[in-house]
Structures are given as structure tokens and as C-alpha cells.
């Protein structure tokens, strides 16, 4: 029987060693770290603090708020949502770029790519409209639940690295890693049918929730607000949740750095 806490800090362990094989083991400089939604903003936290244990500056970051299907339409490919809208906040997001190389996409499982080719496609409209004699690598991170790469993007060379397979019945497994002292005290605040675990983990990491209002996707704080009010202690409890979930980072980049300088 699997013992969830367990394979979630085995998933944390894998996505780090992704990550450091990338940044370190093949030397890839990344130009961008790019996510979307809720679970992206927790990689792309995990990520650059991957980057501060090994040493490097991290990439500019790009976080947009896609939603996959309209709400009230989860997976049903009759109402995929318009994220046309953020083009502009991208265009904006990278004008002082000069161009792009490699990008790196984080997520922590990835469907059908709605989020990820979403990303792409803002990317690659600005590139021709920047620097269209030159191409770039797109990097996909993210646990593989059966995603299939289908690149009809010239120029572009999309690299989907998987850090851990889908468990059949199991989502967001990486969330899991929350102790029971840091998770239960959010948990009374918001149960699971107003936020499930992995958007608690974002209250605990001090980090946004997407929401649409007025039409239109955006990342709020308006959840953490609320917690702040609820929670005298709340500070304290997301500085000791960052403290232990930054152990667990360190620990993994030291036994790599640790094997990788032996070979």
C-alpha cells in the first residue's frame, strides 16, 4: 500500500534532481522559467530555490493565470477557455528582452498540455515578433500524465522532461509532502471543498490563488488575506513550512552536487 507522504517527498527528491540535471549537469541557462495556475507558482517556488542551493541566478520569471476550460466546464473540449487577452501582459512582461533561448516550463503533472502549449504559443508570437530568424528550446517539467508532444511551431524545439509518472487515482501527489501540523491548521480555515490541498499549499508558501472575476483569469490574494485574518499565526507557520520544505531541497541538491563532482 503506498504511503502518500512518502511518495510525495520521492516526487520533490525527483523534481529536484530534473531540475539540477538541467541547470547543473548540462549546463542549460535558461533565459525564462515560465508556469500557470496554482500548482506552476509552487513548482516555479521549488525551482528557484533549487537555483539558490546550487549556486546560480535563477531566470526571469513569467507567471500568467490560464485557465484550461471555462469554469463550470472542466475537461470538456467543447469550452476551452480564450486566454488571448494575456498576449498584452506578455508583450509587456518581456520588453526588455532582446530574444529567447531556452525557456523553462514547471508544473507539477501535465495533462493534455493546455497550460504548457498555451504558454508556448504567447511565447512564440512574441519571438516572431521580436527575433524571428531564431528559434528556442521550450522545456516542459512536469509529472507526464500521457502528455504527447505535437510541435507545429518552426523554430521551436520542445523538450518534455517528466520528473514522475501518473498513480492512477492520484492527483497533485507532491502536495502531499505537508505535514499534518502545517496542513491542519489551513485546512480549518478552508476545508477541502472550498480549497483542496494543493491550493492550501500555496497559503502556506505565501503565494496566490487564480480566480476569474469579471470574465477574466487573474491571480488573487484574496484567500491569503483571509487566512491572515484567521490565523494570528499564520506568519509563523508559513515561515516554518518554507524552513522545512527548504531542508528537504537543500538535502537533495547537497547529495547531488555531492555525486555529480565524484563522477
Not at 504558454?119 to 528550446?137: A, E, K, M, P, R
Not at 502528455?147 to 520528473?163: A, H, M, T
Not at 488575506?225 to 513550512?241: D, G, H, I, V
Request: glycine share 6%; net charge negative; with cysteine.
Amino acid at each position: 500500500m503506498m504511503e502518500i507522504g512518502q511518495e510525495a517527498e520521492y516526487r520533490l527528491q525527483k523534481f529536484v534532481s530534473t531540475i539540477y540535471n538541467l541547470i547543473v549537469s548540462r549546463d542549460i541557462h535558461f533565459d525564462l522559467l515560465v508556469c500557470g495556475g496554482n500548482t506552476g507558482l509552487v513548482m516555479a517556488y521549488i525551482t528557484e530555490r533549487i537555483y539558490a542551493h546550487v549556486g546560480i541566478t535563477p531566470p526571469a520569471k513569467l507567471v500568467l493565470p490560464i485557465y484550461r476550460y471555462y469554469p463550470g466546464f472542466l475537461d470538456d473540449p467543447e469550452h476551452l477557455f480564450d486566454n488571448a487577452h494575456l498576449q498584452s501582459y506578455v508583450e509587456a512582461a518581456l520588453d526588455k528582452f532582446p530574444s529567447l533561448r531556452n525557456v523553462l516550463f514547471v508544473d507539477d503533472e501535465i495533462g493534455l498540455g493546455i497550460t504548457a502549449s498555451t504558454i508556448l504559443g504567447f511565447l512564440y508570437d512574441w519571438q516572431q515578433s521580436h527575433d524571428s530568424h531564431n528559434g528556442f528550446n521550450y522545456y516542459i517539467v512536469a509529472q507526464d500524465q500521457g502528455f504527447k508532444v505535437e510541435n507545429r511551431l518552426s523554430g521551436v524545439n520542445i523538450n518534455f522532461v517528466p520528473y514522475a509518472y501518473e498513480i492512477e487515482g492520484w492527483n497533485n501527489i507532491i502536495a502531499c509532502i505537508v505535514p499534518a501540523k502545517y496542513e491542519n491548521p489551513v485546512m480549518q480555515i478552508f476545508p477541502e471543498h472550498i480549497l483542496p490541498l494543493h491550493q492550501r499549499m500555496n497559503i502556506l508558501l505565501g503565494l496566490p490563488i487564480k480566480e476569474f472575476a469579471n470574465g477574466q483569469p487573474r491571480f488573487s490574494s484574496g484567500f491569503l488575506e483571509k487566512a491572515k485574518e484567521a490565523m494570528p499565526n499564520l506568519s509563523l507557520l508559513q515561515k516554518e513550512f518554507r524552513s522545512f520544505l527548504d531542508e528537504k531541497i537543500g538535502a537533495c541538491c547537497k547529495s547531488l552536487m555531492v555525486e555529480h563532482q565524484s563522477n
